[in-house]
């Protein structure tokens, strides 16, 4: 053999052993270290090329927030729906949002992606690009521009220890068999001991008794994953990014195996008026919690509030618990869309219309007897009897029912050419008819309609009831009058939110 032939095996043979070993210990992908962890430490590192630094997201300032886009957002949800951010002022925030996060247009929002939220205040003014301002009473309603602004201050700068203590509040309520463990968790192997710490690493139970780890931060390595879900088939991993607590809570609830978990629930209740309650979540616990009455309302949205005690309990007499995390929103302003709400119930036309002068704040006389001729050179005095009599702004006013007498109709109709503004009412006309018509004999603006009293995207809740709403003679604001009596319920809730109620039967 000579000793080419020899040098070729011998080398083929060394190349067979070395892809045996190679083949024998390779490494599990799963803890392949990440070299860009390595990279970190070396001490010569080389700088991001000017493309690189020109791709890379906008760092948030002092401030502001950071919100992870989920599937379906809009900038304009997000900040209503998940900020509690009025409407209006969204809408102005919108431009400088798109500004900060380099958005081009109407691009659509990536699920995953992670945007700046500006809510930065200086000297009670927003500051936009470019150092200038917009002043807060261009953005909000008179009154309400303060209440708005610190809502949305206060949902940014709600932190990760918040966020888990109201996470306390709601599993204490619905498992309360199987409190969460707070204690460090931690697991052993043959060859490692992990422990994570409970301040980072909160740990919640489940409905099976299981454990559900939440990583604040989303900081949690791929190798500690591989390890907890190699070694622990009773842990489920769940992240938790600031600013999405919404996002947050669904997982949270959804990793738990509840029967049931269902997102931005509502119900109404009645036709008119009519209360619609709103909650983040509804949950049941198994598949007879509806029979039961074992249904659970979560309230995590801190701009919105809770639900106030009243309606805990009328939610409760209809099948509901009701989870509050945040306190509830109570009004600090009077008459929201109107100044009062004056209820008229009374059915008789000629009494109705005097319920109906006392709620306008309007001074007039019953059974008032008007001159149609003066005794002068003619000798002849002739009166007619109106029902009520009122003046407003320099104008005469009469209005009487028709009791089926043609002369008097006749009589009554020559008031008006005598500059009376005369109406006069049938005796089978209803609420909706004479307040009409009432309204529309003194030149103010309103319709019969429905109305929202509580619109919705304000609280955790909604009133809406038939009635009128017009302009209040002699003062500023508005009124609101209707002829159904709201049950107890709705009534405290439209006190607990600025509206006066007045009994325009009494």
């Known amino acids: 053999m000579t000793y080419l032939r020899m040098t070729i095996i011998l080398s083929l043979l060394?190349?067979?052993?070395?892809?045996?070993?190679?083949?024998?210990?390779?490494?599990?992908?799963?803890?392949?270290?990440?070299?860009?962890?390595?990279?970190?430490?070396?001490?010569?590192?080389?700088?991001?090329?000017?493309?690189?630094?020109?791709?890379?997201?906008?760092?948030?300032?002092?401030?502001?927030?950071?919100?992870?886009?989920?599937?379906?957002?809009?900038?304009?949800?997000?900040?209503?729906?998940?900020?509690?951010?009025?409407?209006?002022?969204?809408?102005?925030?919108?431009?400088?949002?798109?500004?900060?996060?380099r958005i081009e247009g109407n691009a659509k929002l990536e699920a995953g992606a992670k945007i700046i939220i500006p809510l930065q205040e200086k000297t009670g003014k927003l500051y936009t690009k470019n150092a200038h301002y917009i002043d807060k009473k261009r953005l909000m309603p008179p009154g309400r521009e303060i209440v708005a602004h610190r809502l949305s201050l206060r949902v940014a700068q709600e932190s990760t220890r918040d966020v888990i203590k109201g996470a306390r509040i709601v599993w204490d309520k619905l498992l309360p068999a199987k409190q969460s463990d707070s204690t460090?968790?931690?697991?052993?192997?043959?060859?490692?001991?992990?422990?994570?710490?409970?301040?980072?690493?909160?740990?919640?139970?489940?409905?099976?008794?299981?454990?559900?780890i939440v990583d604040m931060g989303g900081n949690m390595s791929s190798i500690v994953k591989s390890l907890i879900e190699q070694h622990d088939s009773h842990a489920k991993l769940i992240s938790?990014?600031?600013?999405?607590?919404?996002?947050?809570?669904?997982?949270?609830?959804?990793?738990?195996?509840?029967?049931?978990?269902?997102?931005?629930?509502?119900?109404?209740?009645?036709?008119?008026?009519?209360?619609?309650?709103?909650?983040?979540?509804?949950?049941?616990?198994?598949?007879?919690?509806?029979?039961?009455?074992?249904?659970?309302?979560?309230?995590?949205?801190?701009?919105?509030?809770?639900?106030?005690?009243?309606?805990?309990?009328?939610?409760?007499?209809?099948?509901?618990?009701?989870?509050?995390?945040?306190?509830?929103?109570?009004?600090?302003?009077?008459?929201?869309?109107?100044?009062?709400?004056n209820v008229i119930t009374e059915k008789?036309?000629?009494?109705?219309?005097?319920?109906?002068?006392?709620?306008?704040?309007?001074?007039?006389?019953k059974n008032r007897m008007i001159d149609l001729y003066n005794m002068g050179e003619a000798g002849i005095g002739l009166r007619i009897k109106a029902d009520y009599y009122f003046e407003r702004y320099g104008k005469k006013y009469v209005v009487s029912v028709f009791k089926g007498d043609p002369e008097e109709y006749t009589l009554l109709r020559l008031l008006d050419s005598l500059n009376y503004h005369v109406l006069i009412l049938d005796p089978k006309e209803d609420?909706?008819?004479?307040?009409?018509?009432?309204?529309?004999?003194?030149?103010?603006s309103g319709k019969y309609a429905m109305y929202d009293l509580l619109p919705v995207q304000d609280v955790p809740y909604g009133i809406q009831m038939s009635g009128i709403m017009i302009d209040a003679p002699k003062r500023a604001g508005k009124i609101f009058l209707a002829e159904t009596r709201p049950d107890p319920v709705i009534t405290e809730l439209l006190k607990i939110n600025g509206y006066i109620i007045r009994n325009a039967d009494r």
Request: hydrophobic share 35%; proline share 6%; glycine share 6%.
């Open 431 to 444: 609420f909706r008819s004479i307040t009409s018509k009432m309204i529309a004999k003194l030149d103010l």
């Open 348 to 365: 008789e036309p000629n009494v109705m219309m005097e319920r109906l002068l006392k709620a306008l704040k309007l001074s007039f006389e």
């Open 14 to 101: 060394t190349l067979s052993l070395f892809t045996c070993v190679v083949t024998v210990h390779a490494i599990d992908p799963r803890f392949t270290l990440d070299p860009g962890i390595l990279q970190k430490n070396l001490s010569n590192k080389e700088a991001p090329s000017a493309q690189l630094r020109k791709k890379e997201a906008p760092r948030p300032r002092s401030g502001e927030t950071v919100y992870t886009v989920k599937q379906g957002d809009n900038l304009l949800k997000i900040l209503v729906h998940d900020m509690g951010i009025g409407r209006k002022r969204a809408k102005i925030l919108i431009p400088e949002i798109k500004r900060r996060n």
């Open 240 to 341: 938790y990014n600031l600013g999405d607590k919404t996002g947050f809570y669904s997982d949270l609830l959804n990793a738990a195996g509840f029967y049931s978990v269902e997102k931005n629930f509502s119900v109404s209740f009645g036709t008119d008026p009519k209360l619609t309650v709103n909650s983040d979540f509804k949950v049941e616990n198994d598949p007879d919690s509806l029979l039961q009455h074992d249904i659970f309302l979560i309230n995590t949205a801190r701009g919105k509030g809770g639900f106030p005690n009243v309606l805990d309990e009328f939610m409760a007499q209809q099948g509901f618990k009701v989870i509050n995390v945040s306190p509830p929103h109570i009004s600090d302003e009077k008459g929201r869309n109107g100044d009062a709400i």
């Open 184 to 212: 460090t968790y931690s697991i052993n192997g043959k060859s490692f001991s992990l422990d994570l710490d409970p301040a980072k690493f909160p740990v919640f139970a489940t409905v099976t008794g299981d454990k559900i």
